[in-house]
């Protein structure tokens, strides 16, 4: 057949010829049967029985060109002519078009309307994009096609959960409250205990926590318990002032939930991976609290889930505290940090961006650039997540950080009787809860009070009680807040021990100075990488005045003829020679020297400073911020 196709004229080449021969073979089938389901066959007439495989074959061609498309029309005919010429042709049949009977006959299955998961991705796209009244009604299409070959489908419930799921997570608690108890109440109509046990744990979230510590970590677990149910509890507990004992304690039943589990999600491990390195970082251990977040960042991908997002936003925001501001911006700038947010995400993102700037620009005292800049250009509020909830709504007295910062606020108002009260409180609390990063800065600040009452050997003692923590370096604006405090305290500690209206022995008044210098030297040294100049200069201020009566002491002591150097630490004495004390005046001297002109540089630069504003390089990171979120709201839902 294929020899003689090859001999076909070339009018078969056209359009019309084409027609033409298909019209003509067809002539050679009957067109219908006979009153008894025979073929009708006439001599000279028909050469094909109707019902023959040929017949059928030549039926099933001829049905097949006059359905064609003119396009369709068209390829056939260059495919045709490839055909003759010996050239590579055909249709280019992808393996998925012999599916669902689409080159087959079809059978009764193929005949059934069946669900289809189109539906459920455009309404994951428009939750994405935020795109409410698209997502509910594809939410509503998804949910009304056929699941089963009864009337009612039985998945009531599952649609007025996940509608609940969606109000909750756009921060409409009402609407989410109405629709958990409908889908409760058909849950239990329907014996589906699983979806009552959801519809009960998203109940529960809505609510109000309590504003006592210790009165909400109180979810007991039950057979098949998801595990992000129990760590959510953790979530809200530390957000109303529970303690780190009973987070911990929650925790450790997540991990129980999602072992006894075999329907453990990845999500759920890297969940819990990231809620232990939030807890750490409040238990002050940072470098757990690095290790559970390179774990999460490492095993995920781009756009999985929030877990990474977390984790990379704790990471930048740790870089600015560490005076990285550049480092933490390339974190939260790099495509594989904000590639597949979605549009609540994406506020969480720009919030972070922009206070990543913005605490920058509020430590270096660019207060030209705050007004004018940033927050002109300051992100809009996102939906609130699920812990944010009850911490704004329902703040919890015991705070230490709020303490804390009043306490700041009084001191800089020399009401330090009053200051004492929320120092105090921040103690209670921070210990009581076991966040020992703000107990540490509580400390501190009771250090520094201490001074100004008088008591600057208990304000000494007290910060040493907690140093060497302090010195490793997990947060360096508090290791330097606390290397100052204590050379402040060493210094008045000498001048308290005896007589305060006696000035002490030049010998004491070297010692005390002379070890509280390498405190002013690191504090220095953190502030400037950090870049807060204002405090930087105080410390310079105050170096410059140490190594001034330093080199002072010396003197006197070289004067009066008195070559005995103290050791406070030990209260030993020794002896020295007048050249070495000579030598050492000079050389303290000198230094005092280099303090007053590091002074006014860093005052110069400082002033340099506080008067800029925008560069290209700020105005590019806030342009890249807006374009991320006009791509994400572009996409097609």
């Given at each position: 057949?294929?020899?003689?196709l090859?001999?076909?004229?070339?009018h078969?080449y056209?359009?019309?010829?084409?027609?033409?021969?298909f019209?003509?073979?067809i002539?050679?089938?009957?067109?219908?049967?006979?009153?008894?389901g025979?073929?009708?066959?006439?001599a000279?007439?028909?050469?094909?029985?109707?019902?023959?495989?040929?017949?059928?074959?030549?039926?099933?061609c001829?049905l097949?060109?006059?359905?064609?498309s003119?396009?369709?029309s068209?390829?056939l005919?260059?495919?045709y002519?490839s055909?003759?010429?010996?050239?590579?042709?055909g249709?280019n049949?992808?393996?998925?078009?012999?599916?669902?009977?689409?080159?087959l006959?079809?059978?009764?299955?193929?005949?059934?309307?069946?669900?289809?998961?189109?539906?459920?991705?455009?309404y994951e796209n428009?939750?994405?994009?935020?795109?409410v009244?698209?997502?509910?009604?594809?939410?509503r299409r998804?949910?009304?096609?056929?699941?089963?070959?009864?009337?009612?489908?039985?998945?009531t419930?599952?649609?007025l959960?996940?509608?609940?799921?969606?109000?909750?997570?756009?921060?409409?608690?009402?609407?989410?409250g109405?629709?958990?108890?409908?889908?409760?109440k058909?849950?239990?109509?329907?014996?589906?205990?699983?979806?009552?046990l959801h519809c009960?744990n998203?109940?529960?979230r809505?609510?109000?926590?309590?504003?006592?510590p210790?009165?909400?970590?109180?979810?007991?677990?039950?057979p098949?318990?998801?595990?992000l149910?129990?760590l959510?509890?953790?979530?809200?507990?530390?957000?109303?002032?529970d303690?780190?004992?009973a987070?911990?304690?929650?925790?450790?039943?997540?991990i129980?939930?999602?072992d006894?589990?075999?329907?453990?999600?990845s999500?759920?491990?890297?969940?819990?991976?990231?809620?232990?390195?939030?807890?750490?970082t409040?238990?002050?251990?940072?470098?757990?609290a690095?290790?559970?977040?390179?774990?999460?960042?490492?095993?995920?991908?781009?756009g999985?889930?929030?877990?990474?997002?977390?984790?990379?936003?704790?990471k930048?925001?740790?870089?600015?505290?560490?005076?990285?501001?550049g480092?933490?911006?390339?974190?939260?700038?790099d495509p594989?940090?904000?590639?597949g947010?979605?549009?609540?995400?994406y506020?969480?993102?720009?919030?972070?961006?922009?206070k990543a700037?913005?605490?920058t620009?509020?430590?270096?005292?660019?207060?030209?650039?705050i007004v004018?800049?940033?927050?002109?250009?300051?992100?809009?509020?996102?939906?609130?997540?699920?812990?944010?909830?009850?911490?704004?709504?329902?703040?919890?007295?015991?705070?230490?950080?709020v303490?804390?910062?009043?306490?700041?606020?009084?001191?800089?108002?020399?009401?330090?009787?009053?200051?004492l009260?929320?120092?105090?409180d921040?103690?209670?609390?921070?210990?009581?809860?076991?966040?020992?990063?703000y107990h540490r800065l509580?400390?501190?600040?009771?250090?520094?009070?201490?001074?100004?009452?008088g008591?600057?050997g208990?304000g000494?003692?007290?910060i040493?009680g907690?140093?060497?923590?302090?010195?490793?370096?997990?947060?360096?604006?508090?290791?330097?807040y606390?290397?100052?405090?204590?050379?402040?305290?060493i210094?008045?500690?000498?001048?308290?021990?005896?007589?305060?209206?006696?000035?002490?022995?030049?010998?004491?008044?070297v010692?005390?100075?002379?070890?509280?210098?390498?405190f002013?030297?690191?504090?220095?040294?953190?502030?400037n990488?950090?870049?807060?100049?204002?405090?930087?200069?105080?410390?310079i201020?105050?170096?410059s005045?140490a190594?001034?009566?330093?080199?002072?002491?010396?003197?006197?002591?070289?004067?009066?003829?008195?070559e005995?150097?103290?050791?406070?630490d030990?209260s030993?004495?020794?002896?020295?020679?007048?050249?070495v004390?000579?030598?050492?005046a000079?050389?303290?001297?000198n230094?005092?020297?280099?303090?007053?002109?590091?002074?006014m540089?860093?005052?110069?630069?400082?002033?340099?400073v506080?008067?800029?504003g925008?560069?290209d390089?700020?105005?590019?990171?806030?342009?890249a911020?807006v374009?991320?979120?006009?791509a994400?709201?572009?996409v097609s839902?």
């Amino acid at each position: 057949m294929g020899r003689g196709l090859r001999n076909v004229p070339k009018h078969l080449y056209t359009h019309d010829g084409m027609s033409q021969f298909f019209a003509d073979v067809i002539a050679f089938v009957p067109e219908r049967d006979d009153e008894g389901g025979r073929s009708v066959l006439t001599a000279g007439n028909y050469a094909v029985e109707r019902r023959s495989y040929f017949g059928l074959f030549i039926r099933r061609c001829y049905l097949s060109f006059f359905k064609l498309s003119w396009r369709g029309s068209i390829k056939l005919l260059a495919d045709y002519k490839s055909w003759v010429e010996g050239k590579d042709t055909g249709y280019n049949l992808r393996p998925t078009d012999r599916e669902g009977g689409l080159l087959l006959v079809p059978t009764l299955s193929d005949e059934q309307n069946q669900a289809q998961m189109d539906p459920y991705e455009r309404y994951e796209n428009a939750v994405k994009v935020g795109d409410v009244h698209s997502a509910i009604e594809n939410l509503r299409r998804f949910f009304d096609q056929q699941f089963s070959q009864t009337d009612e489908s039985g998945l009531t419930q599952h649609a007025l959960l996940n509608l609940a799921r969606l109000h909750y997570s756009l921060g409409e608690f009402q609407a989410a409250g109405s629709a958990a108890e409908e889908a409760l109440k058909l849950a239990r109509n329907a014996n589906d205990a699983l979806t009552a046990l959801h519809c009960n744990n998203l109940l529960k979230r809505l609510i109000p926590a309590s504003s006592s510590p210790g009165s909400n970590i109180s979810m007991t677990v039950k057979p098949n318990t998801p595990p992000l149910e129990v760590l959510y509890e953790v979530q809200k507990g530390i957000a109303t002032g529970d303690s780190l004992r009973a987070a911990f304690r929650k925790l450790y039943q997540s991990i129980g939930c999602g072992d006894a589990s075999y329907a453990d999600s990845s999500e759920a491990k890297w969940a819990r991976h990231a809620a232990q390195a939030t807890l750490w970082t409040y238990a002050g251990v940072e470098s757990l609290a690095q290790t559970h977040e390179n774990i999460v960042i490492t095993f995920t991908e781009a756009g999985d889930d929030d877990s990474r997002l977390n984790a990379l936003r704790a990471k930048a925001r740790r870089m600015v505290r560490q005076g990285n501001c550049g480092g933490a911006l390339m974190v939260l700038l790099d495509p594989e940090t904000w590639r597949g947010l979605t549009l609540r995400q994406y506020g969480f993102w720009a919030s972070d961006v922009w206070k990543a700037l913005f605490e920058t620009a509020k430590r270096r005292r660019q207060e030209s650039l705050i007004v004018d800049v940033l927050i002109p250009r300051r992100p809009g509020h996102a939906p609130l997540p699920q812990a944010l909830a009850h911490r704004m709504d329902f703040p919890h007295k015991h705070n230490e950080v709020v303490a804390e910062r009043v306490a700041r606020r009084l001191m800089d108002d020399k009401e330090y009787a009053q200051a004492l009260t929320h120092i105090l409180d921040a103690l209670w609390s921070s210990e009581y809860r076991g966040t020992w990063t703000y107990h540490r800065l509580a400390v501190v600040l009771l250090a520094e009070v201490s001074i100004e009452f008088g008591m600057a050997g208990r304000g000494r003692r007290i910060i040493e009680g907690c140093l060497p923590q302090i010195l490793n370096g997990d947060d360096i604006e508090i290791r330097a807040y606390a290397c100052h405090t204590l050379a402040r305290c060493i210094i008045a500690e000498c001048w308290s021990q005896d007589d305060p209206r006696e000035k002490p022995p030049p010998a004491k008044t070297v010692a005390a100075l002379e070890e509280a210098v390498p405190f002013l030297q690191v504090a220095e040294t953190d502030y400037n990488q950090i870049g807060v100049y204002t405090e930087r200069l105080h410390v310079i201020y105050t170096l410059s005045v140490a190594y001034h009566n330093i080199a002072s002491g010396l003197q006197a002591m070289i004067a009066a003829g008195d070559e005995t150097m103290v050791t406070p630490d030990v209260s030993g004495e020794w002896e020295a020679d007048r050249p070495v004390l000579e030598a050492k005046a000079k050389q303290m001297t000198n230094e005092r020297d280099r303090m007053a002109e590091m002074y006014m540089e860093v005052d110069k630069m400082r002033r340099e400073v506080s008067r800029m504003g925008a560069d290209d390089e700020l105005k590019a990171v806030l342009d890249a911020v807006v374009k991320v979120g006009a791509a994400i709201n572009r996409v097609s839902p």
